[in-house]
């Protein structure tokens, strides 16, 4: 068996995680919406036609936020087409996906979807077609309390009470030649900036992401991040992170270190949004908002074919990756990668929660069941509030195709506000056991509450419609206590949580 070490101190804090690192997205794509979260066809389905099955599920992530309604979606998407009569709402092409959108799903029933799933809704606005109206416009309608056209209007269409939303998207992904009206970064700085500044006049109590790169491997990235930050600063409170990975050459090792990559790029892209700081003689500082993140590559080949058999179809089962073991250990060093940052990644949003890239899938008509990568989440969500701890693992190294100097034992340690520590790790190494010393000398007693652990011998395995429960977690082998050390075992590929409890 290898060895590992972990030392932490009580006193060793890296921030206050944000529960807002646990959010989720939802777009307008594929059966994310419909045949997801909502099909009123369903028998599961509740009087306003929500998958009460998915919600179950949804609920179990415990999601404080959720991104809403793209996406690339939203750079062509009309938000007035989305309220008001069911029947009167427009049937529109969309551009980003080339599906048909019918709005039947639309900004009341994503609302009250939010307060059933008991998550915050973090609303994006369209700065591909639209500007500085629309923007203006939906929060008067959304957060104004009445007397006024907008608010007005959302009062007639059955809702008294403002939405209140707070958290506001300027945009998604307009770095990208893909999106609906793309625009360079002093462009999109520009109107930003002006849709950001009349938003917070008509509601000051809300809080603005701006648009980073698309990933860490666009040509624009820094120069994007750096002109746009110039132009909105003062406006924003966010700048927003994206990033996928896939195993395209079914290189497991690679595949597992891409998290390193992460880390890289939110460190980046903090020294950029600090070096603005300094430019502009500032006290406030920007945080970043990783909100979109995951596993994408399995659907890839099979979408390209579903575009091309029904172009301008409705909810096509599109970006629906099935997730093997391997991908729910990327992330889960993915979830402990936001955690490691906690002091600077505010929000963080998993893309997406059902069907499209999600940790949930449906049958339409059907079950919904968790896919590998749920349980991670899940677990990090569930375990992982409280005070983020340095880590100082001491681990053995390796190399592959694409890093160097990988930790076998990846981990990250929460301390919880009732004195509980919880620790999280994956084992990366493909052969061997580790056992990890893990230093709690600093926390007074603690006992050993739950070793969780997810282990399955074959890395491509997947849960399905047929067997839901093929991957999941169970009881990990534990450890013992000697003083203040506690020796757990760590499975060879294995994603574990150990739960220690403060002894009162
Ligand atoms: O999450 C799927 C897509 O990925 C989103 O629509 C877009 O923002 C990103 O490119």
Redesign the pocket.
């Known amino acids: 068996m290898n060895r590992a070490s972990i030392i932490l101190d009580k006193d060793y804090v890296i921030g206050e995680i944000d529960p807002r690192i646990y959010g989720a997205?939802v777009?307008h794509?594929g059966r994310c919406v419909y045949g997801g979260i909502y099909e009123p066809d369903h028998p599961e389905a509740d009087e306003e036609g929500f998958r009460r099955d998915v919600m179950e599920l949804v609920r179990k992530l415990d999601v404080p936020v959720t991104r809403y309604p793209?996406?690339?979606?939203v750079s062509g998407f009309n938000w007035e087409d989305s309220i008001g009569p069911k029947n009167q709402r427009p049937a529109k092409l969309d551009l980003?996906w080339f599906t048909t959108e019918t709005n039947e799903f639309g900004f009341h029933e994503f609302v009250s979807w939010c307060q059933k799933a008991k998550t915050d809704p973090m609303y994006s606005i369209n700065l591909g077609t639209r500007g500085v109206e629309a923007a203006m416009n939906i929060v008067e309608y959304a957060n104004h309390k009445g007397g006024s056209y907008w608010s007005d209007l959302r009062i007639k269409n059955g809702s008294k009470d403002p939405f209140n939303i707070k958290l506001w998207c300027l945009g998604?992904?307009m770095d990208?030649p893909w999106q609906i009206a793309h625009k360079t970064a002093q462009e999109y700085g520009r109107i930003a900036n002006e849709a950001g500044k009349v938003m917070k006049w008509v509601d000051p109590s809300i809080e603005l992401v701006a648009c980073g790169s698309?990933n860490s491997e666009m040509p624009t990235f820094g120069d994007w991040e750096l002109e746009v930050l110039n132009e909105c600063y003062d406006t924003v409170d966010y700048i927003s992170l994206?990033r996928?990975y896939g195993n395209r050459t079914n290189d497991t090792p690679s595949f597992l270190a891409s998290s390193m990559d992460m880390d890289d790029f939110i460190k980046t892209v903090v020294a950029i949004c600090d070096s603005i700081k300094g430019k502009k003689h500032r006290k406030k500082s920007i945080n970043l908002s990783f909100d979109?993140w995951n596993v994408?590559y399995h659907s890839n080949e099979q979408d390209e074919k579903i575009k091309k058999l029904d172009k301008w179809g409705r909810a096509l089962p599109l970006?629906e990756d099935v997730y093997n073991f391997e991908d729910a250990l990327l992330v889960g060093s993915m979830l402990m990668t936001l955690q490691r940052n906690a002091d600077r990644v505010k929000i963080a949003c998993i893309?997406?929660l059902v069907n499209?890239?999600a940790p949930i899938m449906t049958e339409n008509g059907g079950a919904a069941w968790a896919q590998t990568i749920f349980y991670p989440f899940m677990h990090a969500s569930k375990y992982g509030r409280g005070k983020s701890l340095q880590a100082i693992v001491t681990s053995p190294l390796y190399d592959c195709k694409e890093y160097t100097d990988v930790p076998y034992i990846d981990a990250s340690a929460v301390l919880g506000d009732d004195g509980s520590v919880t620790i999280f790790c994956v084992n990366r190494d493909m052969e061997e056991d580790y056992s990890l010393d893990i230093d709690l000398r600093s926390f007074g007693d603690l006992v050993l509450d739950e070793h969780i652990m997810m282990h399955h011998d074959d890395v491509k395995a997947y849960n399905s419609a047929d067997n839901h429960n093929n991957v999941k977690p169970g009881k990990g082998p534990g450890g013992a206590f000697e003083g203040g050390n506690f020796t757990a075992v760590i499975p060879t590929l294995s994603w574990n949580v150990l739960r220690f409890r403060a002894e009162k």
């Open positions: 997205f777009e794509l793209g996406g690339n979606f980003a998604n992904e990208g698309s994206h996928y979109e994408w970006l893309a997406q499209v890239i």
